[in-house]
């Protein structure tokens, strides 16, 4: 039942994404609407330029949708421009999956270096990798990060597929609540 509801919204999704225009796309991200840039770009950013997959791509990242990037990255390819947003969008997967495995798996990703970026996945796996952190819960998972007027308070959360929750706060208010999987 949960296949068939899901399938029946994407469908939807994909027929609502397919009355946008290239133009009124890029219009939303000049907008800074990114999540609406992300949800009907990802479904239509084949058909058009690489310009167009990488609007899509920023505007995905910015949203935390990071799992749509895989599919823009293997198009970026073609400019030194196209090649520099792909290993940006690919540096956030990989960041993304080894928080993942730090999270769930307790690997050590001290010694790991990845290029920094703005993203907060740059910024958490850079403290993780430098072991800048303290561990508030060792039950569920629960980490401290200081990163000079930002605090980040990561965990994962209950259930068997397990998210990794990360609380963004600048000067202790909640910017975003950010979640991964």
């Not at 219009?27 to 949800?39: D, G, I, S």
Request: overall charge positive.
């Amino acid at each position: 039942m949960k296949r068939v509801v899901l399938v029946i919204l994407f469908l939807a999704v994909a027929c609502f994404a397919e009355k946008y225009s290239y133009a009124q796309i890029v219009n939303l991200y000049k907008n800074k609407e990114y999540l609406k840039t992300c949800e009907y770009g990802a479904t239509i950013f084949r058909k058009f330029d690489n310009t167009f997959a990488s609007i899509v791509g920023d505007a995905c990242a910015k949203e935390d949708y990071i799992n749509v990037l895989g599919d823009i990255v293997k198009r970026l390819n073609k400019t030194k421009i196209d090649r520099s947003n792909a290993s940006y969008f690919a540096t956030l997967i990989l960041e993304k999956k080894l928080i993942y495995q730090f999270m769930n798996d307790k690997i050590d990703l001290s010694g790991l270096s990845l290029p920094k970026t703005d993203h907060i996945l740059s910024r958490v796996f850079e403290k993780l990798a430098k072991k800048q952190y303290k561990i508030v819960d060792k039950n569920s998972m629960k980490i401290k990060i200081i990163d000079g007027d930002y605090k980040y308070i990561m965990w994962l959360s209950p259930g068997k597929l397990k998210k990794v929750y990360i609380d963004e706060y600048k000067n202790n208010e909640l910017v975003k609540r950010h979640w991964f999987l």
